[in-house]
């Protein structure tokens, strides 16, 4: 009830939903059958996509009823998919609970065959065996360098190319036939092994019997729980349902008990489990089906394969298997006893050719072994299949030991031999690791094989044997006949081949270890290669050619592999930066050159380390290929370049710094194989810095006036004003060395060669842009001889007599309104201001120095010649080149700190001046020795000097405080004798009053040794 609820409300919201869509107004045109019409009264919306309403809305809002009802009856037939981006969200029809744990890999494409174990006919296994084989033919011939790059895909594991199987046996079959067989040989050779009920049952029963110590009971108990146990996981591991097993254990252990066959076959399990296994004992007539069909192309399968079967009993097994596989025929219209005359037929069929001796008179050997070897061989590998974990298929399960001793057990029924188990063995992990990626698998495989290719030779009886496992091929237009193990290794050789074809796409992910197993692999199997006739070149016993760094077929192989995994590479990440630069906003070329870095990086860290052994030019051939079809594509873009756009900062560098990288590598490679340098392998280089140079100097130029506007404005602005507390210079000049300094690192941030005019360039802007600050600022002041009084008259004096002369007041120079103006502005605070400042250019502009040599260290010249090993670059160019561009910076950075220091003693001096001749005039100059001298002494203004002093202070940054204060004492030792040379006071001083003054005198001549020493102390 309450998910018929929730579908109901889905249903209405739906349906109001698309009534909104189609009534908002945003449709142009509403189409139906019988024309176009306004009216939605008529519409069923439940039948309606809505997908299909969202697309003609945005492409257009004309909507057609027919198709949006056609568009939803298509998508209701399929499971509702999750439109993500990485497309791995999706809603299944089914139950996932019922369903099992799903494969941990990723799905193939639609139009890749994957080998799988659990479904893979042997028809598709060997067509597409013949369809690789082609291609690898191919690839083989004379002509394959000029073969076209295809777009490389997950190579498919080429099939052995065993006799097909005429009855379409299907893996499902095999693979229960092989646990029946499995079951079979357990049980026969007397272990014994029991049902989930039978262990139920045997727990019930211990408790009756007294017979045995406990000790041997114990025993026994560990013992078969041990083997039931085992059995149990590979029944999980082979997927058979707990019914089945328990069905064929109750019928094989009767079999088993009654000693019935000295040597089991797969005909006469088949005919057992036939015989007392029945429709009742399945819980659906679907699966009792499946199995009986199995059983019956089982018998049919063994029984006709052989070719020296009669005609008469081959009919007779064709008619036979026929009625059991007949739905009614075999369980309704037959009576018992007319389907135990069949199965007796068939029985004695079998019976006749199981009783034939073996071909080679191997001990153990049947006439099966060689008459049934395509079936027996396919049911091994399910065998085999049976040690990797079910829910994770890279991995083996702990009991794999055991279940391969288990599996051991099928040799005599197989015709399976040490060294056809290993060779098999090898060829099960070598498939699960094409499945899963896991190189564990492949370092086991590899192990495997060279157990195969290293043992010792067999006995003659058995090589015959082995010969006689016949597989068959296509290669080259030519049919090869090939024994297992040659097939094993000409099958992964097929596929090493098309993996290496590309193996940057392939070994991509995958840890470096992976390509260097997968090499060992190669290095094991061999390649197969062709001569001048297209005859295959037989060199071993497995038809390969043998890795040796001598081997010149070798040699030309691998280079095609480099040339050919490398074009693909880049061909693979050309197509896709054109479609992702959009997304990214990132000019194609820019974003192509970071992904052929990323190439270069992986031959370099992954792949070259292990090919070099073989084939030493396989970076450098790598290098080159990587550098020439780069550099195709950008040559049209370097020839159309006007200026330093947005793209071009972005490809320049980029095409650069591959270029560089390439170089090095290029270089690496021939040092490390002391390689002959011939014209086929030199770099072609970009010439970027050809290119760059005179963009670079424009952009520097436009820059020039751009920043000098800006300081000029951030000047004009300024109200001298500190920023804070503890930033008291002004805004403006921080401006300024904002803009400067961002003009410093978008220079170097384009990561493009350069030479000594493009720093000279720079310099020039700094240097302009700080000068023009500085100039502006010294232009803003007054001369501070506009602030002195008027030149006193000369005076005459005895040693002892001060004379006295009629008083006059001290009368200041005229000022023009301008002067006036700017010394209204140049305020005590604002002076203060101004000298920090000047402090902060000064402090500025050594950080700025140093940086700039140092993003300079790193710059890459652009004239200079490129490294090769012959030719060196020469320590005196280099030299010259330092002592040029240190003559460079001291010059510029020198005259903008030499012309801010004397703007600071220029500053320094006018404040003294303006305190003590402006500001304080009326208060020192006018009044000092006025009237009584007593109360008109220099102590009595020395308060309004302190003051001022505490004004200073708190305003003046702490390295200026003792020059400025030094400037004001200057100042006022000057305005002292000013006073003292106008005359001092109208009437004549007395005894006390000339002494007095003689104090002040002398205590400004300690001032003046103060002076000095401050002096001293702040240079």
């Known amino acids: ?110 139009s890749v065959r994957q080998t799988t174990n659990a479904a893979q006919s042997s028809s598709q296994m060997e067509s597409s065996d013949v369809e690789n084989a082609a291609a690898f033919g191919d690839d083989h011939s004379p002509r394959y360098k000029n073969a076209p790059i295809r777009p490389s895909q997950n190579p498919e594991i080429p099939a052995l190319g065993l006799p097909s199987l005429s009855t379409g046996l299907s893996e499902d079959d095999l693979r229960e036939s092989a646990y029946e067989l499995l079951l079979a040989s357990i049980f026969l050779s007397g272990v014994q ?39 149990d996981t590979v029944r999980v591991q082979m997927q058979i349902s707990e019914a089945m097993d328990a069905c064929i254990r109750r019928n094989l252990m009767q079999v088993a008990a009654r000693r019935i066959y000295g040597q089991i076959d797969l005909p006469h399990i088949s005919l057992v489990l036939l015989n007392g ?29 052989p070719a020296n079967v009669k005609k008469t009993e081959h009919l007779t097994i064709r008619s036979h298997a026929a009625k059991i596989r007949h739905e009614k025929e075999w369980d309704t219209v037959m009576s018992p006893s007319e389907r135990v005359a069949v199965l007796a037929s068939i029985r004695q069929v079998a019976v006749n050719l199981s009783s034939l001796p073996g071909r080679f008179g191997i001990q153990g050997e049947t006439f099966y072994w060689t008459a049934g070897y395509h079936l027996n061989i396919r049911l091994y590998q399910k065998l085999l299949f049976a040690v990797f974990d079910v829910l994770d298929e890279g991995q083996f399960i702990e009991e794999a030991d055991e279940v391969l001793s288990l599996i051991k057990l099928t040799w005599s029924t197989l015709g399976i031999t040490q060294k056809m188990h290993n060779a098999l063995y090898a060829w099960v992990l070598f498939r699960q690791f094409v499945e899963t990626n896991e190189g564990m698998l ?42 297992l193990v040659q097939a094993i290794c000409v099958s992964i050789s097929i596929w090493c081949d098309s993996t290496l074809l590309d193996y940057h796409l392939h070994f991509s992910q995958q840890k470096p270890s992976c390509f260097r197993t997968m090499m060992a692999l190669v290095t094991a199997v061999g390649i197969l290669t062709s001569d001048d006739c ?98 195709e594509r950008l040559r049209p873009f370097l020839k159309q370049l006007s200026s330093l756009s947005e793209d071009v900062r972005s490809v320049l560098p980029s095409a650069e710094m591959l270029d560089h990288y390439l170089t090095e590598l290029h270089g690496t490679a021939l040092e490390a194989n002391r390689l002959l340098l011939s014209s086929c392998q030199v770099l072609d280089h970009y010439q970027i810095g050809e290119v760059s140079t005179p963009l670079i100097l424009d952009w520097v130029i436009s820059q020039h006036t751009h920043i000098l506007e800006w300081t000029g404005r951030a000047f004009d602005i300024e109200d001298w004003e500190p920023l804070s507390f503890h930033q008291r210079q002004a805004a403006s000049i921080v401006e300024v060395f904002r803009i400067v300094e961002e003009t410093v690192d978008q220079f170097f941030g384009f990561n493009l060669p350069m030479d000594i005019t493009h720093l000279q360039a720079l310099l020039s802007v700094i240097f302009h842009s700080l000068d023009t600050y500085l100039l502006k600022m010294l232009n803003r002041l007054v001369d501070k001889n506009h602030l002195y009084p008027s030149a006193p008259p000369l005076t005459r004096y005895t040693e002892t007599v001060i004379s006295v002369i009629k008083k006059r007041l001290l009368e200041c120079a005229p000022m023009d309104d301008d002067v006036i103006c700017k010394l209204n502005e140049l305020t005590i605070p604002k002076l203060c201001i ?44 280099l030299l010259t080149c330092s002592e040029a561009i240190d003559a460079l910076f001291a010059t510029t950075f020198s005259i903008i ?56 202070c708190g305003l003046i940054d702490d390295s200026l405080r003792d020059l400025l204060v030094l400037s004001i004492f200057r100042a006022l030792l000057e305005g002292y004798v000013w006073v003292l040379l106008d005359g001092g006071p109208s009437r004549a001083f007395s005894d006390s009053d000339v002494s007095a003054i003689e104090d002040d005198f002398n205590m400004l001549k300690v001032w003046q040794l103060m002076f000095e020493a401050l002096s001293l102390t702040t240079d």
């Open 1 to 110: 009830m309450e998910h018929t609820a929730l579908l109901h409300r889905y249903r209405r919201d739906r349906r109001k939903l698309l009534e909104f869509l189609l009534s908002s107004g945003l449709i142009k045109e509403l189409r139906t059958p019988s024309g176009p019409t306004n009216s939605l009264s008529n519409i069923d919306f439940d039948t309606l996509s809505a997908d299909y309403i969202l697309l003609c809305l945005k492409s257009g809002g004309v909507i057609d009823v027919t198709e949006a009802t056609k568009k939803y009856s298509d998508e209701s037939a399929y499971p509702v998919t999750s439109h993500s981006h990485t497309r791995n969200s999706y809603f299944l029809v089914s139950d996932p609970d019922f369903s099992g744990s799903p494969p941990r890999r990723v799905p193939p494409p639609i």
């Open 193 to 231: 092994g029991n049902s989930v009920d039978d262990r139920k049952k045997e727990k019930s029963s211990k408790f009756l019997s007294s017979l045995k110590s406990k000790r041997d009971k114990l025993s026994q108990s560990q013992s078969l729980g041990r083997h039931s146990e085992l059995m």
């Open 277 to 305: 296994i029945f429709k009742s004992d399945f819980r659906s007539e679907k699966s009792y089906i499946q199995w009986k069909n199995r059983q019956a192309n089982i018998l049919e399968e063994f029984i006709c394969f």
């Open 442 to 483: 492949l370092e086991n495989a590899v192990t495997e094989l060279q157990k195969v290719l290293t043992a010792e030779e067999a006995d003659g009886k058995e090589e015959q044997y082995m010969n006689c496992v016949i597989c068959s091929r296509q290669y080259d237009g030519h049919e090869l006949k090939l024994n």
């Open 534 to 631: 297209g005859e295959v070149k037989v060199r071993s016993s497995c038809s390969l050619t043998k890795f040796s760094a001598s081997n010149d077929n070798v040699s030309s192989k691998l280079k095609y592999y480099v040339t050919r995994s490398t074009n693909a590479a880049y061909g693979r990440v050309a197509n896709k930066v054109d479609l992702e630069s959009k997304v990214q906003r990132m000019h194609p070329l820019a974003m192509l050159a970071e992904e052929v870095k990323l190439i270069a990086e992986r031959e370099f860290n992954v792949f070259w380390p292990v090919l070099h052994q073989w084939c030493p030019e396989s970076l450098m051939m790598s290098v080159v290929i990587l550098h020439q079809s780069y550099g």
């Open 834 to 877: 101004r000298l920090n400042t000047l402090q902060y250019i000064q402090k500025q502009i050594g950080i700025l120095e140093d940086g700039i040599r140092k993003s300079w260290a790193l710059v890459r010249p652009s004239h200079n010649p490129r490294w090769t090993r012959d030719e060196p670059l020469e320590e005196s160019s």
């Open 897 to 952: 700190k030499d012309t801010a220091g004397d703007a600071i003693n220029k500053i320094c001096a006018f404040t003294g001046a303006r305190v003590v001749f402006w500001d304080l005039r009326n208060t020192f100059l006018f009044h000092l020795y006025r009237g009584d001298v007593a109360s008109s002494r220099l102590e009595s203004f020395l308060p309004h000097v302190d003051t001022v002093l505490d004004l200073i």
